[in-house]
């Protein structure tokens, strides 16, 4: 499978901007060495503890949080990547790669002309107004214009902190929450997701770039659902993302990630970290929706996405719920999981995955049950179609004194066309005698009866297959919040394009 | 309004219609009888464009154009309609969703507006009613679930709704009780009886005939037209069956 994607290093990508790279080069000449130079605006390529060290000092870090993050890197370098999922990549050098770039670094396009035709078109059937495309695109002074598009208008952008502000809700970058709110960051950070936990979740600790910090104080109903949307001014944080979110007893928050649209990004290697907690009561939903470019249609140049993403139940009643819907990347190795450790609390997957082409996406859950009358559902849809590989990868345990606990898992897959895989790999460990454990799987093909039908009522062959595929994923998709399921939909119609027939 | 002329067509190489001719005028509805296997259903796909089934030799002309040379939703665009025997289910979607993406898919086809959500609904509202199907199966996905008679009648709340020029029905009448047999009956006078519209009936029985009364009825077997008549040649199948009519 190694030889499906023949994709060049991360270095190699053309699209990385000529500037930096003669930065970066002019730095590892240094005679001197590299010393957490602040003035500079890149870090060489490669990564060693002067890398990290640069980061922190770029981002004005405490030194706990640069020891934290030696800790890690430290911890790295013995560690291995792992090779147990279904996805095969050409070795990646990480010694080969940029790990800091300030946001400039990011190539600029004089205007749309010259961004591919073929995302551009995508933009277009997604409906995304032409500002919103140049900053999508990257291109040239865009980005006040975008800041308007996306905000509908700077004012509506004040309004809405000033709304959360008042709520008491803390939405900040998580760079500016190390700053600010040192105390609750290091409360948190690195409790749901251990700094050892696996490989690219260790990597992401000791360089990540940015990302989100939410916190919800106790009995405080978020007023609006946060999205990443918000921050799209938060530049180049999409690499090594990392994401906390606390809700206090009895609160409740509902966050958005991602886009619809497929970012631009000249970085392949992804590696996210997400963490939640939830206390008593508290409920906290997650919903993202990936499009990152997945590469040409033989895979060529799309982004490795490998994701950490855990909730941590920690109240007794308290509920976490994933909701995904993945269709971009060219390698997928992600797993939404909840540990269940508050009494009766609950936890939820509902994931809708496409690959075309070349994609690869190995995605899942983990449930871990450790408190008492705790429930997890599972709901996984995957969607293969030209020479992909799609597999669901989920474990369900109970713990030894987990009584009453109760998981139900349905995974279903569907196929388009003879060439794509389907596989489910599910994990049980039940130490608990009074578990209920209910797993339902069923693996279909797109119907030529359906299809024909669909289209003898007056429907195209693309509107048909996009109609069926919607129908397979509706248990899914209506758990996303209304206006991104309606983008949602749209985007795995625009997947699938060219898929059949 | 629709010309068959020598149609040949086959599936995975197997010939099904053997030089099969037939033409419908406008306003008129024409039955077509014959034994099981003899290719009526192959007879509705081929009109409809299935996949899979291919025309070797002949042509159908549909309104002065060449049916044959569209694909499947060009030509429920242009008004071809086709009442399955078996209807499809499709897991997810309402019919509503359904037929109202289909409805404008058409509509805009044609260079019609769309209709909005509330014009769609009371349209299917008032087709819902003419056949006495209940609008909560309408909110209900697309044939999951229906019982066979239901699966029939929605077909023709289907039929309604996209209003076609002409419609091919395929056994619509089997799997129904005595009063949904009146109901869709009547349901396809009102819906198609009109000066500019037409119907091919497929069915096994008489008794649909009593409500929907044919202009012409056809026999096939073995994959052309080998007789036909008026609405007396339907009476006499049913009294002698296909063997001594149709040899
Ligand atoms: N998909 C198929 N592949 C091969 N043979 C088929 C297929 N569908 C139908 N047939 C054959 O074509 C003939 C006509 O079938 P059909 O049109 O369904 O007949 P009718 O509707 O008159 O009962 C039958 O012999 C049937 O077995
Ligand atoms: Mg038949």
Redesign the pocket.
Known sequence: MTDQIDTKTMAEQPQMDQEARDAAKRLETYEFGFHSDIEQEFAPKGLNEDIVRFISAKKNEPQWMLDWRLKAFRLWQTMEEPDWAKVGYPEIDYQDAYYYAAPKQKETLKSLDEVDPEILSVYNKLGIPIAEQEVLAGVEGARKVAVDAVFDSVSVATTFREELKKAGVIFLSISEAIREYPDLVKKYLGKVVPQQDNFFATLNCAVFSDGTFVYIPEGVRCPMELSTYFRINAENTGQFERTLIVAEKGSYVSYLEGCTAPMRDENQLHAAVVELVAMENAEIKYSTVQNWYPGDSEGKGGIYNFVTKRGLCQGARSKISWTQVETGSAVTWKYPSCVLNGEDSVGEFYSVAVTNNRQQADTGTKMIHNGKGTRSTIISKGISAGRSDNTYRGLVRIGPNAENTRNFTQCDSLLLGDECGAHTVPYIEVKNPTAQIEHEATTSKISDDQLFYAMQRGLDEEQAVALIVNGFAKEVLKELPMEFAVEAQKLLAISLEGSVG | MLKIENLHAE??G?K?LNGLSLEVNAGEIHAIM?P???????LAYVLGGRP?YEVTEGSVTFDGQDLLDLAPHERASAGMFLGFQYPVEIPGVSNVQFLREALNSQRKYRGEEPLSGGEFLKLAKEKAGLLKLDMEMLKRNVNVGFSGGEKKRAEMVQMGILDPQFAVLDETDSGLDIDALRTVGEGINSIMRTPEKSVLLITHYQRLLDYVKPDKVHV?AKGRIVTSGGPELALQLENEGYETVAA
């Open positions: 599936i995975d197997k099904i014959g099981n296997g003899a290719g009526k259903s192959t899979g096939l």
